[in-house]
């Protein structure tokens, strides 16, 4: 009954996005529209996707959660919430994004309503020249300190600082400050919440004219002082011809690359595939399946082993296990 899942993209404008996701990821954009974000896999209070194609089509995930949540989910990924765990989006940063900083399971436990904590990787797809973004505060910076910087409008000067290449990994757990900055298309993997607490939105307006709400005490009281700068992670060899690229207590998120078939044995989960480039098919026990640039699927846990083949050089696929 099950089969891997593609949804259709949940598009999302914001006062930062632009065109890329529509020219180099080939989502449904009218031509004169920007987009922030393509939420590519989302179950969530503010947002669902919906399945695109198959038996299943028009079937929401959280509907799919709730009816087949162990065939989908494994026990791997059933331990969590009675909702679908994570949330896979592109995003694309035309200009820079607000600096800004998420709360853990714990305190977005107690807002009203409860969401989720945010812990959240990025893969950068494509960065135009001396674009950058910034993760993690400055070393010796502590809440007295990084107050005083948003305080006087400075809040950039606090904060570590990178220049990323495509191909990087950024990891940002919760309680981590962060802003990605204008050029840069990216991959997100991220817990299923949206909750962000915005420290300093570079004196900008919203559409209204009026500028975004700030959070400031919140983002003070989450922000975690001991994690100092963030630097990009190192890729680790792993079995199948793949590449970790992050493993925390809220996903794993592993990439292929150059090798002509990427194996994934036998367990008891679910895996969410997405190719930032090229082309690929995933072979599995029901047939294949193919995706193109900026695709992306849920394979369900019943479905079992799979395999990723990847049709043409500079093809690059992330998988992410829960
Ligand atoms: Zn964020």
Not at 64 to 85: C, I, K, M, N, Y
Not at 87 to 113: E, F, G, I, M, W
Request: net charge negative; proline share 7%; charged share 20%.
């Amino acid at each position: 009954m099950l089969y891997p899942l593609e949804f259709v993209p949940v598009m999302q404008d914001y006062l930062w996005g632009g065109r890329q996701l529509a020219e180099v990821l080939g989502k449904p954009l009218p031509d004169s529209q920007r987009a922030a974000e393509s939420w590519e896999v989302v179950d969530h209070a503010e947002a669902q996707s919906v399945v695109a194609s198959g038996p299943l089509a028009g079937k929401t995930l959280g509907e799919l959660v709730r009816q087949h949540g162990r065939d989908l989910l494994g026990a791997a990924g059933q331990s969590t919430t009675e909702r679908f765990p994570l949330l896979l989006k592109y995003l694309d940063c035309n200009r820079d994004l607000s600096v800004q900083v998420h709360p853990d399971d714990r305190y977005a436990a107690t807002l009203d309503p409860p969401d989720l904590g945010k812990t959240e990787a990025w893969y950068i797809v494509d960065a135009q020249p001396g674009s950058k973004l910034y993760a993690g505060l400055k070393s010796g910076v502590d809440r007295e300190a990084l107050a005083a910087a948003v305080q006087a409008g400075q809040t950039d000067r606090v904060l570590h600082e990178l220049q990323p290449q495509p191909g990087d990994c950024v990891f940002i757990p919760a309680g981590t400050v962060h802003a990605l900055g204008a050029g840069l298309l990216v991959a997100e993997i991220q817990q299923a919440s949206n909750t962000t607490f915005r420290l300093f939105d570079w004196n900008r307006v919203g559409p209204d004219g009026q500028p975004r709400p700030l959070h400031i005490q919140q983002a003070l009281e989450v922000t975690d002082y001991d994690r100092g700068p963030v630097d990009r992670q190192t890729p680790q060899a792993e079995e199948g011809g793949w590449q970790r690229l992050v493993d925390c207590d809220k996903f794993t998120l592993q990439k292929g690359q150059g090798e002509d078939a990427l194996e994934v044995s036998q367990r008891d989960a679910f895996s969410l595939l997405t190719v930032p480039a090229g082309k690929a098919t995933l072979v599995w026990q029901g047939g294949r399946t193919p995706l193109a640039a900026g695709r992306s699927l849920l394979v369900p846990a019943v479905c079992g082993g799979y395999e990723v083949r990847l049709d043409q050089p500079g093809t690059v696929v992330l998988r992410i296990d829960p």
